[in-house]
């Protein structure tokens, strides 16, 4: 698959979720299931790991949640609350037992012990305690900061508002998920769409007497912040939790052994329709808490968890029409129109169909019986076609030759690493020249992850550039404000509130303009490596020097592709004019060390042969985590190559020419102020 139709489908993934956080969290209603949604979720991280230009400031990996609703106040969490990546099969457990015994580079045949819990399909909440007594109660939001919904917590029972056993820590937030049994849901079915809807609306309640007439129930399993806590395994923890009055899982269980952990979940599958509450897999953790420190997380997950989901759940329904979607980067989707079908307690009447390709191995067509699955896509996608019911006078879908928007010719590019065509067509005409690719660029410059300029959304944009009034990103600078005002729908105060948030966000930081310009496999992270390498705007500007371009290969997680997109699009006379204007427009704010006295500040490093006790991932985090840089290259920039077993002989020998410190393992620990 081509690159630019990965990171299309990618994008879509990530919008997609961004709309169905914010009706979730931000507007009470909830479009998908809690299964789909972290089902979802794991599509986007591998599609993060397995393209590294794919990176999104409303990824998962990034963002949890939807920012908080502003009917409650905003608390920032201590401690983050995180969300966990999943698993759908065994092998899926194998990889993420391998990572674990890589990273903490243990011996293959060593068993790791985990605390597997169910995941109840409910609310997130953090109970924050002072001295054993019930004093905060937060929901997730954003994983950063969330809604203070303490007077409604308040109204549950299953919630200790005063603890005074000896071991309790004098501060500590117990998490834990709210939720409704399924026979109290019975009752107020009529009101709300599931249990989930339930709880989030009844913990979202203005009134905490509203919310007080709701059966909502509270099982804890782990804690954020923690003062004074001396437990060494979850499994102990959880024992703590009901000792302190606290209601637990009763199929909490500690498995070792990838292939128990599977088993395990093909019988509590079995045992979930008996069950009074709603359970969407289960997850596992390391059980020991000094592991876990070591592990740390990736990103928005931590290493040493992770979620074992159940089967996603499908329907059947009838094609009506099959449509075909511009992306950002040129990538033609078909998605299909379908009768309106319920799946999972959600309306459905849109279906992916991924690309030409898939559509050919399907065979699949207008008018055709087909079935329908809510799993890896919020947009759901075809399983298969029912050919029983296939119509008489059916016709084979012909993809289009041409693009649906400018009439371009669509292309589908070599892959080098496959030595294939890729399975997405393309529109082949450049950068801003196609309506809907430029609509899109529009689109992604403005979002939250960039930009994130408010009251410019999609549907905004869409008729702004359908009346000329934004073309290219620089025009939302440089609004028509008086001619907006006589656009039905808009008047003096929301026209100024649009200029304010305009005029607001002239002032960007580097990172994020570089994400702006949607660069095809720049992602976020991308964006942040660059800007972290280059500094100042100035520099980024200067790219369209090939000798400036060169150096980027040094830096650590860019690659060829990525110099080669950069050189695609400092190439283009389009591109390179909207920089200039963005550079009239903007304060575009250079790259600070956050850590001023880290031991590692300014220090670069690269890593070679196998390290004694530890990975080389968790050599690269501990020094990142001190300010250190890793590249990838030796070269005149490298101030140390640390060796270990084995080493690359021919990286020592250019480190000695250009004379590189080349230090030992134990070295580089006693500038730690470790011992090895």
């Given at each position: 698959m081509k690159e630019s139709s990965i990171k299309n489908e990618y994008k879509k993934k990530i919008k997609l979720l961004h709309?169905?956080?914010?009706?979730?969290?931000?507007?009470?209603?909830?479009?998908?299931?809690?299964?789909?949604?972290?089902?979802?979720?794991?599509?986007?991280?591998?599609?993060?790991?397995?393209?590294?230009?794919?990176?999104?400031?409303?990824?998962?990996?990034?963002?949890?949640?939807?920012?908080?609703s502003k009917n409650f106040?905003?608390?920032?969490?201590?401690v983050p609350m995180l969300s966990l990546n999943n698993a759908f099969n065994e092998k899926d457990l194998l990889n993420f037992e391998k990572k674990i015994i890589n990273f903490l580079s243990l011996s293959k045949s060593e068993e790791i012990e985990y605390s597997a819990e169910p995941k109840i399909d409910g609310i997130s909440t953090s109970l924050i305690y002072n001295n054993g007594r019930f004093i905060q109660g937060l929901s997730r939001g954003d994983g950063k900061e969330g809604e203070d919904i303490t007077e409604n917590l308040k109204t549950i029972k299953d919630i200790p508002k005063i603890i005074k056993v000896k071991n309790f820590p004098t501060e500590i937030d117990i998490r834990g998920e709210v939720f409704i049994q399924n026979n109290d849901f019975k009752n107020i079915s009529e009101k709300f769409a599931n249990p989930r809807n339930a709880a989030s609306g009844s913990l979202r309640q203005k009134d905490p007497k509203v919310t007080s007439e709701i059966p909502l129930k509270f099982i804890a399993y782990t804690y954020g912040y923690a003062n004074n806590i001396n437990i060494d395994y979850q499994s102990d923890f959880l024992k703590n939790l009901k000792y302190w009055g606290f209601k637990t899982n009763q199929f909490n269980s500690i498995i070792k052994g990838v292939h128990n952990l599977a088993l395990n979940h093909k019988n509590l599958e079995k045992k979930r329709k008996e069950i009074n509450f709603d359970i969407d897999g289960i997850v596992y953790k390391v059980n020991n808490f000094d592991l876990q420190k070591r592990l740390g997380f990736a990103a928005n997950a931590p290493r040493w968890a992770i979620a074992h989901k159940f089967s996603a759940n499908n329907s059947v329904s009838e094609i009506?029409?099959?449509?075909?979607?511009?992306?950002?980067?040129?990538?033609?989707?078909?998605?299909?129109?379908?009768?309106?079908?319920n799946i999972g307690g959600v309306k459905v009447s849109n279906a992916t169909l991924h690309n030409e390709d898939e559509i050919l191995r399907k065979d699949i067509r207008v008018g055709d019986t087909v079935t329908v699955e809510r799993a890896g896509d919020v947009i759901p996608h075809v399983i298969s076609v029912d050919l029983k019911k296939r119509k008489k006078d059916s016709q084979k879908f012909v993809f289009p030759k041409n693009c649906p928007s400018c009439g371009s010719l669509t292309v589908k590019d070599y892959n080098e690493t496959t030595k294939k065509k890729d399975a997405v067509r393309r529109c082949s005409s450049d950068a801003y020249a196609c309506e809907k690719i430029a609509i899109e660029k529009i689109k992604h410059f403005?979002?939250?992850?960039?930009?994130?300029?408010?009251?410019?959304?999609?549907?905004?944009v869409e008729n702004f550039f359908k009346i000329?009034?934004?073309?290219?990103?620089?025009?939302?600078?440089?609004?028509?404000?008086?001619?907006?005002?006589n656009f039905e729908g808009w008047g003096k105060l929301s026209v100024s509130n649009l200029k304010y948030s305009i005029d607001n966000k002239?002032?960007?930081?580097?990172?994020?303009?570089?994400?702006?310009?949607?660069?095809?496999?720049?992602?976020?992270?991308?964006?942040?490596?660059?800007?972290?390498?280059?500094?100042?705007?100035?520099?980024?500007?200067?790219?369209?020097?090939?000798?400036?371009?060169?150096?980027?290969?040094n830096i650590d997680g860019i690659g060829e592709m990525q110099v080669q997109s950069l050189k695609n699009f400092f190439s283009n006379k389009i591109n390179l004019n909207i920089l200039v204007e963005l550079k009239k427009i903007l304060k575009i704010r250079g790259v600070v060390s956050i850590n001023q006295t880290s031991i590692l500040k300014n220090k670069t490093f690269m890593l070679t042969g196998k390290l004694k006790?530890?990975?080389?991932?968790?050599?690269?985090?501990?020094?990142?985590?001190?300010?250190?840089?890793?590249?990838?290259?030796v070269n005149k920039k490298l101030d140390y190559l640390i060796i270990g077993e084995k080493p690359t002989m021919k990286k020592i020998n250019r480190a000695n020419e250009l004379k590189i410190s080349v230090i030992t393992q134990?070295?580089?620990?006693k500038m730690l102020n470790k011992t090895s």
């Amino acid at each position: 698959m081509k690159e630019s139709s990965i990171k299309n489908e990618y994008k879509k993934k990530i919008k997609l979720l961004h709309k169905y956080n914010k009706a979730y969290f931000d507007e009470n209603k909830s479009l998908i299931t809690d299964q789909e949604f972290d089902i979802l979720k794991k599509n986007v991280l591998e599609l993060e790991k397995k393209y590294s230009f794919l990176k999104h400031k409303n990824s998962p990996s990034k963002v949890l949640g939807f920012k908080p609703s502003k009917n409650f106040k905003k608390v920032k969490h201590r401690v983050p609350m995180l969300s966990l990546n999943n698993a759908f099969n065994e092998k899926d457990l194998l990889n993420f037992e391998k990572k674990i015994i890589n990273f903490l580079s243990l011996s293959k045949s060593e068993e790791i012990e985990y605390s597997a819990e169910p995941k109840i399909d409910g609310i997130s909440t953090s109970l924050i305690y002072n001295n054993g007594r019930f004093i905060q109660g937060l929901s997730r939001g954003d994983g950063k900061e969330g809604e203070d919904i303490t007077e409604n917590l308040k109204t549950i029972k299953d919630i200790p508002k005063i603890i005074k056993v000896k071991n309790f820590p004098t501060e500590i937030d117990i998490r834990g998920e709210v939720f409704i049994q399924n026979n109290d849901f019975k009752n107020i079915s009529e009101k709300f769409a599931n249990p989930r809807n339930a709880a989030s609306g009844s913990l979202r309640q203005k009134d905490p007497k509203v919310t007080s007439e709701i059966p909502l129930k509270f099982i804890a399993y782990t804690y954020g912040y923690a003062n004074n806590i001396n437990i060494d395994y979850q499994s102990d923890f959880l024992k703590n939790l009901k000792y302190w009055g606290f209601k637990t899982n009763q199929f909490n269980s500690i498995i070792k052994g990838v292939h128990n952990l599977a088993l395990n979940h093909k019988n509590l599958e079995k045992k979930r329709k008996e069950i009074n509450f709603d359970i969407d897999g289960i997850v596992y953790k390391v059980n020991n808490f000094d592991l876990q420190k070591r592990l740390g997380f990736a990103a928005n997950a931590p290493r040493w968890a992770i979620a074992h989901k159940f089967s996603a759940n499908n329907s059947v329904s009838e094609i009506l029409n099959i449509e075909i979607q511009v992306g950002r980067t040129g990538a033609l989707t078909p998605v299909a129109k379908i009768k309106p079908v319920n799946i999972g307690g959600v309306k459905v009447s849109n279906a992916t169909l991924h690309n030409e390709d898939e559509i050919l191995r399907k065979d699949i067509r207008v008018g055709d019986t087909v079935t329908v699955e809510r799993a890896g896509d919020v947009i759901p996608h075809v399983i298969s076609v029912d050919l029983k019911k296939r119509k008489k006078d059916s016709q084979k879908f012909v993809f289009p030759k041409n693009c649906p928007s400018c009439g371009s010719l669509t292309v589908k590019d070599y892959n080098e690493t496959t030595k294939k065509k890729d399975a997405v067509r393309r529109c082949s005409s450049d950068a801003y020249a196609c309506e809907k690719i430029a609509i899109e660029k529009i689109k992604h410059f403005v979002s939250k992850e960039a930009f994130n300029i408010d009251g410019l959304g999609k549907k905004i944009v869409e008729n702004f550039f359908k009346i000329k009034l934004i073309k290219l990103p620089q025009d939302v600078f440089n609004l028509n404000y008086e001619k907006i005002k006589n656009f039905e729908g808009w008047g003096k105060l929301s026209v100024s509130n649009l200029k304010y948030s305009i005029d607001n966000k002239k002032n960007i930081s580097l990172d994020k303009f570089i994400y702006s310009l949607g660069i095809r496999h720049i992602g976020l992270e991308n964006a942040k490596l660059l800007a972290k390498h280059l500094k100042f705007s100035d520099n980024f500007f200067k790219l369209s020097s090939t000798k400036n371009m060169s150096e980027l290969s040094n830096i650590d997680g860019i690659g060829e592709m990525q110099v080669q997109s950069l050189k695609n699009f400092f190439s283009n006379k389009i591109n390179l004019n909207i920089l200039v204007e963005l550079k009239k427009i903007l304060k575009i704010r250079g790259v600070v060390s956050i850590n001023q006295t880290s031991i590692l500040k300014n220090k670069t490093f690269m890593l070679t042969g196998k390290l004694k006790g530890i990975s080389r991932a968790e050599a690269k985090s501990i020094i990142e985590q001190n300010s250190g840089k890793i590249i990838s290259n030796v070269n005149k920039k490298l101030d140390y190559l640390i060796i270990g077993e084995k080493p690359t002989m021919k990286k020592i020998n250019r480190a000695n020419e250009l004379k590189i410190s080349v230090i030992t393992q134990s070295e580089w620990l006693k500038m730690l102020n470790k011992t090895s």
